[in-house]
Structure formats: structure tokens, C-alpha cells
């Protein structure tokens, strides 16, 4: 296939990704993430910097062709940016990027309009896609995001491929007699512009993939987790439970049922508005005192749950009472939303237990420390 015909494919598709990315930035995941504007932008601006060679303009038009080599170089440094935002990886490879994309424009400034030379060219943004590509590499796998695994493989895959192609066209170029006309490259050469569709549609994938899983994990929490404290609710715990406590029955489980003490009064008193910030204070404080293996549920209006794995029932009751000791104690302080107490029933899980039998003894655990006068932990 021609180059004229190759650049234009290449020109045509760059074009219909970057459309795609800044679509589905704008209005299906707007305010959800950062990145995916740069690389649409990038596809846009890569598109841009192929038309001349769609145009037929010749290495005489040399203001046209620095334009066309500068465009590329600033596509790939906001090709990295991109994904270094998108992956949550160090800004300081952007940083790396965009010097190096910079000393290139300054490389082609003086190749194209001092001393023209069409292999010189060739081989400075052979370097660059070959940085660009290793810094994306890494930023992808020192990203704090948790992104879809197989997304992140491929990602890596695409740019390891690109990579390895860049750095056998720089050893050809370097070893090659002068390039006088671009149109007339070898096979090799003209082999880049299947690079560059590999490459942006690769990335154009790999974006939607990572941004759709994380729309579906985020969709799934909300329906797990409960809105005002941001504890499992019982929908999570049908989801969590079974994973958690049945999986292992050699392991000591204990399980904890809390409720907030004339919980009915907060609200008649202060209103309802107030009994949501106390019921969201008490969340925060089981979810920072509880270990990050613990499981916590807001199991009704004022009721919480909390599975501890690997606790027997002395241990659960130890934390069941530091967890109303800092209820009672942080209600209490000064500038607190209102003062209250908790009552706490514990159980370890017996051998021959369900999780109705689990949870009637739990229950009637909590009942007990209700009729003692409330504000205690009673163990069953």
C-alpha cells in the first residue's frame, strides 16, 4: 500500500477515536476521571499532523513539514500525560515527557529548516515514541488506580510492540543511506503508520475498557454499601457474608450487634437531620477502630454489624467495649452533634452455627445488654 493511502487511513481513524474519547469524556464520564481529554486530544493532534502527507506536500513545503513533525511530537507527550493522569501514576514522567518532546521540536526545528534531512527526521521521532512509550509503560505499572488487570496488560503489550518497532527503525535509519523523499521509504518505514493505528486505537480501547470498569465497580458499591455512612448495607451483607464467614471453619469468627441508646429521642429532640450526623458519627468510629479484615454493616436504622474473622469471643468482647468506651467518649467532647451511648451484644460462631441461629443469638446478646440498663457489652 502506498504512503498517501496509509496516511490516510491512519489520518481517518486518529480522527474517529479522538471523536470517541472527547464524546465519551463529555458526557458519559465527566467529572469521574482525568486523562481521557488529553488522549483524545492527542489522537485529534496525531490525526492533524498526518494530513500533509494525505495532501501529497512535498519536503519542499518545509514549514508545513516542521508543523506536521512538531504536532506529532506534542501528541505523544499528551498521550503520556494522559495516562499518567488516568493510571494516578508520579507527574513527574510528564515532566520527563514533555522535555524530551521539547528538545525533539527543537531537533526537527533545525532538520527541517537549517539542514533538511528526511532520515534525521525519521530517527528523532523514533526516539521520542520510544521514550514516550517506556515512560507509559511504567506509569501504568506504578499507577495507584485499580484498574481492570487484562486493561492494564494490554496497554502494556501495545506499547512494548511499539517500542520494539522504534528501536529497530532507529538502528535501520542510523545505518541506512540518505532518505530523499518520504514517499519512497521502505516497507519498514511505511510499517509506522500501522504503528500508529495499533497504537491509537489500542489506547482509545484501553481507556473505555479501564473507565466502564470502574463505572461498573462504582455502580455495584453503591448498591453494597449504605449512602450515609458508607458501611456495607444489608444488601452487602448477603454479597460479603458468605466469603467471609462460612469459607474457613477452622477459623474463630465473633460477631457484633450494636444499637444506639434511646436512638428515638435524638430524633424527636434535635430532628432527623441531627440523628443522621450521630448514626454517621458512630459509623466513622466502628469503621476506625475495627481491623481492615473486618467486615461492618449498617444492619438497620440504628443497628450496626460487624464480623470479626479470627476473633474469638474474649477478643470481640474487648473490642466491642473499646468500641463504646469511644462512642460514649467522642459524643461527649465538646462541639459534638449530641451526646449518646451504645449497647452491644457479641457471639463467636459455633461450629454447628448458620446464620440464623448466628444472628437470633447476637441479637438476643444485645437484647440482654438493652435490659441491663444499656451502655454495656454482653457476651452469649
Known sequence: MDTYTLALYSTVLAFAIAAALLFCYKYMFAGMTHGIDFIGYASLLLGLSLMPLCLGVTQSDTYIVFFSNASYSVAFGLFLLGIVLLRGASQHLATIGWVSVLG???FFFYYTL???????RIE???VLVFTICCLVL???KTGTQRDDEKARLLLMVTMLINAAYMALRILVVHNQDAIKDYYSVSFLHKLSFVMTTLTVVSL???VIWML???????TYLSAITDELTGLYNRTGLKAVLPDVLFSNPR????????????????NDTLGHDKGDLVIKHFGRVIYNLCRDSDKCFRYGGEEFLVVLPNTNGKVAESIANRVRRSAKKLSGAKGSIAHYTVSIGVTQVQKDDDWNTLIRRVDQALYEAKSNGRDCVVRR
Not at 212 to 218: A, D
Not at 254 to 263: G, K, N, P, R, T
Open 114 to 120: 537549517v539542514e533538511p534531512s528526511v532520515g534525521s
Open 212 to 218: 466502564t470498569s470502574r463505572l461498573l465497580k462504582r
Open 204 to 206: 482509545g480501547f484501553c
Open 138 to 140: 511504567y506509569a501504568n
Open 104 to 106: 525533539v521540536i527543537a
Open 124 to 126: 528523532a521521532r523514533s
Open 251 to 266: 477459623n474463630h469468627y465473633s460477631v457484633m450487634l450494636a444499637d444506639l441508646d434511646h436512638f428515638k429521642l435524638v
